[in-house]
C-alpha cells in the first residue's frame, strides 16, 4: 500500500538530485519485490554469498516510503531504489536519461488477484467483484490502465528497459542477462548462475532477508498467509469467474488498444 502525503512527496522528490548514478527500478505490483531482490543480489556480492544478512528493503529501498529514514541522496552511487510511481511523479532528472528505469509489467488479471490477496492480508475486502470494480479506478495512487500507458507513452523521455514478468518467470537467466546488459554490470558464469538460482521463487520464499515476512505482525496480520503467496501466471482463473473475466477483457481491449504491450495470460 502506498501512504505517502503527496504534496510533500512530490516536492521531495522534485529536489532529489542525480549527481551520482543509479537505477531505478518500477513495477504495479508487477513482481516488484522480485526485482528488487534481483538488483540486490546483482550489485551485492554479500548478498550472493550469504556472508552480509542485510533485507533487500535496505539494499534497494521504497523510494515514496522512507520508513528508516534513509539519506537517499548521499547514499553511495549506483543509487539502487525501487517504486509503483507513476511515471510524473519521480524525480525529474530522470528525465535527463542520466539515471536507469527498469519497468516490469504483468498482465493486470493476475496484478488484480495478487493485489486482492495481498490487501487481505492486512484489511478485510468484501469480494473479487467489488475488488475488480476498484481496480479499474486505483492501483496505488494510479490506476494500472494509466500507469503502464503513461510509461509507455513517455518512454523516450527516460533511459528505460521495459520486462515483463511472464517473460522473467518463462527465462529467468535471460532475463537477469539481459537487466546486467541494460545496467553495464558484468558477472562471471558463478555469479549469474548463483543470482538466478537464489532468485527462484522457492528459494526467495525461504531468504529471510528477501521474503518481507518481517511485515507479518506489524502492517500484515498474523496468521493469515506469507507475503510472497505463488508466484505464477494465470492464477486469476482460480479467483475470477467466467463473466467477470469477460468484463475485464472487455476494458482491457478498450483501454490498451492503442498500446504495443503483449501479454501472456497463463503458462
Known sequence: F?????T?????????????RFQIKLSSFAGTVWSQNILSLIYHEGHRDGTENIETIHRVPWLEYNIYNMDFVHRPSPRLFVTHLPYYLVP???????????????????????FFHFSNLSIKVESITDFICQFYLDVVGSSWFDHIRGWNIHRD???????????????LRGTVMKICKFLGKYLNEKELDTVVEKATFNNMQADASANYDFMIGNLLEQGKGHFLRKGTVGDWKNTMTVAQSERFDSAFKEKMKDLPFKFIWDI
Open 2 to 6: 502506498l501512504f505517502p502525503q503527496w
Open 8 to 20: 510533500l512527496l512530490s516536492t521531495t522528490l522534485a529536489n532529489f538530485y542525480t549527481s551520482f
Open 92 to 114: 525529474r532528472d530522470l528525465r535527463s536519461r542520466r539515471g536507469k528505469v527498469i519497468y516490469i509489467a504483468r498482465n493486470p488479471k493476475d496484478v488484480m488477484v495478487s
Open 157 to 171: 523521455d527516460f533511459n528505460i528497459l521495459f520486462l515483463t514478468y511472464e517473460e522473467m518467470k518463462k527465462d
